[in-house]
């Protein structure tokens, strides 16, 4: 008999190695284009462009709509001048009192008005006088110290001053406006001329609206 062949022993095999591949690193951030920054550089002054524009033409029709009314230096246009007679017998239709159609002549350009019914109605017109300021025309019921104070801020009494027949008193403004005014009685109302002009002036439209109220 033959003697059993001892079993040899297998040696294990080595694992493989494992390789570690280096961290990637993160890619660069993007750089942005020439033809991208202009582009960005072009709107944003498209923006400002634009606005710059709105404002300039917010401007510009501010003036056109209001500018005549607040600078009583301003000489108001052929376009702009209305015809007082036809608003006068339009208000009279709804007016209280005999609304005032004052014949001042060529000198003076009436550039607005107007009528306001309510409980407190006023007939409203304002002139461009000879001297080039704004003189405003305004009758009602009575002249009331409300209605002096819409009319001439910080309004104080300086007296009287004959005008024509009549007498009429005499307000001046606050310290913050060199605005004065004339109040005189009319036919079953009372007209109020106001303006930063002379008393001369003033009186004269107080003469010719209360005569023409007079009727």
Same mark, same amino acid.
Do not use: H
């Given at each position: 008999? $033959?003697?059993?062949?001892?079993?040899?022993?297998?040696?294990?095999?080595?694992?493989?190695?494992? +390789?570690?591949?280096? @961290?990637?690193?993160?890619? @660069?951030?993007?750089?942005?284009?020439?033809?991208?920054?202009?582009?960005?550089?072009?709107?944003?002054?498209?923006?400002?462009?634009?606005?710059? /524009?709105?404002?300039?033409?917010?401007?510009?029709? *501010?003036?056109?709509?209001? *500018?005549?009314?607040?600078?009583?230096?301003?000489?108001?246009?052929?376009? $702009?001048?209305?015809?007082?007679?036809?608003?006068?017998?339009?208000?009279?239709? /709804?007016?209280?009192?005999?609304?005032? =159609?004052?014949?001042?002549?060529?000198?003076?350009?009436?550039?607005?008005?107007?009528?306001?019914? *309510?409980?407190?109605?006023?007939?409203? =017109?304002?002139?461009?006088?000879?001297?080039?300021?704004?003189?405003?025309?305004?009758?009602?019921?009575? +002249?009331?110290?409300?209605?002096? #104070?819409?009319? +001439?801020?910080?309004?104080?009494?300086?007296?009287?001053?004959?005008?024509?027949?009549?007498?009429?008193?005499?307000?001046?403004?606050?310290?913050?406006?060199?605005?004065?005014?004339?109040?005189?009685?009319?036919?079953?109302?009372?007209?109020?001329?106001?303006?930063?002009?002379?008393?001369?002036?003033?009186? #004269?439209?107080?003469?010719?609206?209360?005569?023409?109220?007079?009727?």
């Amino acid at each position: 008999m $033959s003697e059993p062949t001892p079993s040899s022993e297998q040696t294990p095999s080595p694992a493989p190695a494992q +390789i570690t591949e280096p @961290p990637q690193a993160d890619p @660069p951030a993007p750089t942005k284009s020439r033809y991208a920054s202009f582009a960005e550089n072009t709107t944003m002054r498209s923006v400002v462009w634009a606005l710059v /524009i709105t404002l300039v033409l917010v401007a510009v029709v *501010g003036m056109l709509f209001f *500018g005549v009314g607040n600078d009583p230096d301003r000489e108001v246009p052929e376009n $702009s001048r209305v015809d007082v007679a036809a608003s006068a017998e339009r208000a009279q239709e /709804i007016a209280p009192f005999t609304v005032a =159609v004052p014949d001042l002549g060529t000198d003076w350009t009436a550039s607005n008005a107007r009528y306001a019914d *309510g409980t407190d109605p006023r007939w409203t =017109v304002r002139y461009s006088s000879p001297s080039a300021t704004l003189v405003t025309l305004t009758q009602a019921g009575e +002249i009331t110290p409300a209605l002096l #104070q819409d009319t +001439i801020p910080g309004a104080r009494s300086d007296g009287t001053v004959a005008v024509g027949d009549m007498t009429c008193d005499v307000y001046t403004g606050g310290e913050e406006t060199d605005a004065r005014g004339l109040a005189c009685p009319a036919e079953g109302s009372g007209v109020l001329v106001t303006g930063r002009t002379t008393q001369a002036e003033l009186a #004269q439209v107080a003469q010719a609206a209360v005569e023409s109220a007079r009727g």
